[in-house]
């Protein structure tokens, strides 16, 4: 099975702009959850989506949002772009989000705000 | 609330040495931890994980981790050292909602 895939690998963008990144989920997995990876505050927990709704949310501002279309796929959008909006952010899929279930990572967008 | 605590930021080892990465985690409830490697440039890919079954696990690339409740550790081992083990190494717990992580583990492996 392909694995998650992440689109695109790397963004520029400036601040005060708006972003919007992509993901595609391992097939038949219907839970995707996205993570921000920085140097100083580690791995965070964004969101994840299930059957087309937001069922878990992070501690990030309404500037984070995102959706789950019904082939599973997803799109974070992150507005107004600060400058520590800096990040990889990481996409996982998992088959359900119930207990057992392992996320498996795409390779992540490298977003710089300059 | 569940967290993870890993011990070391970084971890020097020669070739063919012992591999320890040490994890420590608190949880309210019965624990799923797991552990994760990345490499530059790449996202995380699953090494291995505990779900409750056997206690010693076998992961991928001949890491195995040990689950002991009663010092609420899951270390991280490989009994000898190859060069592309150098990389970061998450350990995780799972909060029946989402990944909780530590701030990682920088491995360098010495030649």
């Known amino acids: 099975k392909a694995g998650v895939t992440q689109t695109p690998r790397y963004l520029i963008k400036t601040r005060g702009q708006q972003v919007t990144l992509s993901c595609s989920p391992i097939s038949g997995h219907r839970s995707v959850s996205w993570y921000q990876q920085t140097p100083g505050q580690g791995l965070q927990f964004l969101f994840e989506?299930?059957?087309?709704?937001?069922?878990n949310k992070g501690n990030f501002p309404g500037r984070f949002s995102g959706r789950q279309f019904s082939n599973s796929r997803s799109e974070m959008n992150v507005s107004t772009l600060e400058l520590g909006d800096s990040a990889l952010y990481l996409c996982?899929?998992?088959?359900?989000?119930?207990?057992?279930?392992?996320?498996?990572f795409g390779p992540g967008t490298r977003l710089t705000v300059l | 609330a569940q967290s993870v605590t890993q011990l070391g930021s970084h971890v020097s080892v020669s070739e063919g040495a012992l591999v320890l990465l040490r994890c420590n985690y608190s949880?309210?409830?019965?624990?799923?931890l797991f552990w994760y490697v990345q490499y530059p440039n790449q996202g995380l890919q699953l090494l291995l994980k505990?779900?409750?079954?056997?206690?010693l696990v076998k992961g991928i690339n001949g890491f195995e981790a040990e689950f002991k409740k009663s010092e609420t550790s899951f270390h991280l081992t490989k009994p000898s050292a190859h060069m592309s083990d150098a990389a970061e190494y998450f350990c995780?717990?799972?909060?029946?909602?989402?990944?909780?992580f530590g701030a990682g583990t920088i491995l360098r492996v010495k030649s």
């Open positions: 949880s309210s409830v019965p624990p799923y």
């Open positions: 505990y779900t409750s079954a056997a206690t």
């Open positions: 989506y299930f059957s087309e709704t937001q069922r």
């Open positions: 996982a899929s998992s088959l359900d989000s119930a207990e057992e279930d392992t996320q498996y």
């Open positions: 995780a717990v799972s909060d029946r909602v989402k990944l909780v």
